[in-house]
């Protein structure tokens, strides 16, 4: 499933092809999606195809095509503080988007049929968190995985403002699914060949939406133990943060909204976004023009004011030329200032390195 748009060069770049085809529609899913790169859930041997429109899958490990992550995300409306359950959380790719927008106070549950699968989604979460340039860029609520399939989740577990399904869901188990979600919640599946967005509008109302045309795996059926029993999946407990944790996220948020006074009282708006393409100039072309006067030819140039602008077009044919032959210089890598900060407080290094959740860089 996917080609609906084309690969880019970069992660950026898939981005913006997202985005200009109408995959992608808003700016907080725009921004979770440029903060995690798409190519560092590859393996190595793999990673050219990372950019491209299309699925990919190695084994037991899966993912699908960005223009449905991107519907997905746009469907579930995430906001800060919402609780999240991804069934068939694979990667973990999405539920770090997802925990970008969801911030320190939401919760962020996986379920993953795999061993292997749930030790490789640790390992990149693991590396995301110590290297990305995105990370301090936000506010984190880091994914809990949990192994077991996700048709015995316990029936005592707790519901869900926010439920995706990445499997094909039987007509037979859209009641389970509805069931996990709280009232005002939205769950997002393929549900007979159609990306399928549930509204839970009251204890026994629903609101369904089809968003486009799918094609998914189905899910597994469960494999009920010896006894006969199912293998009831437990989901993670939420947990309560402790005073020393929610001391590191007030005082990150203090730092960062003392960077951006900083930023505003030295840019005066704060920081512009810049294009991120230069913008293609349009020359006007001067026109010739032929006119006829009873049956015989008059040839003439009738001046247009916008066309009296050959100094100009020199001028910027000049400037062209001298673009081409400046050397091509790549970018600074951008500054972490919340790093600096964090750095250059009058603190113990054990307690910077904990505000910077020991990060590498």
């Known amino acids: 499933m996917g080609g609906a748009v084309s690969a880019g060069e970069d992660n950026d770049e898939l981005i913006d092809n997202l985005k200009e085809a109408q995959y992608i529609r808003t700016e907080l899913v725009e921004q979770a ?3 995690v790169d798409r190519a560092d859930y590859y393996l190595e041997e793999f990673k050219e195809n990372a950019y491209k429109d299309l699925a990919w899958k190695h084994g037991n490990i899966h993912l699908s095509a960005p223009c449905i992550y991107s519907e997905v995300m746009e469907a579930l409306d995430l906001q800060p503080g919402l609780s999240f359950l991804n069934l068939g ?7 770090s988007m997802v925990g970008l927008i969801l911030g320190p106070f939401g919760v962020n549950h996986g379920v993953e049929l795999h061993s292997d699968v749930i030790e490789y989604a640790k390992q990149k979460l693991d590396f995301f968190i110590r290297t990305s340039d995105s990370f301090d860029k936000f506010d984190f609520c880091e994914p809990s995985f949990v192994i077991g399939n996700c048709l015995e989740i316990s029936p005592d577990c707790s519901q869900y403002d926010r439920v995706y ?7 037979e188990h859209e009641e389970y699914m509805k069931n996990l979600l709280k009232v005002g919640g939205i769950l997002v599946m393929p549900l007979e060949e159609k990306l399928t967005k549930i509204t839970r509008t009251g204890p026994s109302a629903w609101e369904t939406k089809k968003i486009l045309a799918v094609s998914f795996a189905p899910l597994i059926q469960p494999c009920h133990s010896e006894s006969g029993k199912p293998r009831l999946v437990q989901l993670p407990p939420v947990a309560v943060r402790s005073l020393q944790d929610l001391a590191r996220i007030a005082i990150r948020g203090t730092i960062k909204k003392i960077i951006h006074q900083e930023t505003v009282s030295k840019n005066g708006n704060g920081l512009k976004n810049t294009p991120r393409f230069k913008r293609r ?3 006007r072309r001067r026109m010739e023009t032929i006119v006829f006067l009873d049956k015989e030819v008059f040839a003439s140039r009738i001046s247009n004011p916008s066309d009296d602008n050959s100094c100009e077009d020199l001028e910027e044919e000049r400037r062209e030329e001298e673009e081409k032959t400046l050397p091509e210089t790549k970018p600074d890598p951008p500054v972490n200032f919340l790093r600096q900060k964090v750095l250059s407080l009058p603190l113990p290094d054990p307690l910077k390195y904990y505000l910077l959740y020991y990060r590498e860089k």
């Not at 399904?165 to 007509?171: F, H, L, S």
Request: hydrophobic share 30%; with cysteine; proline share 0%.
């Open 33 to 35: 999606f440029r903060a």
């Open 165 to 171: 399904c990445g499997a094909g869901v039987q007509k």
């Open 281 to 283: 100039r349009v020359r």
């Open 89 to 95: 959380s694979g990667t973990g790719y999405l539920s």
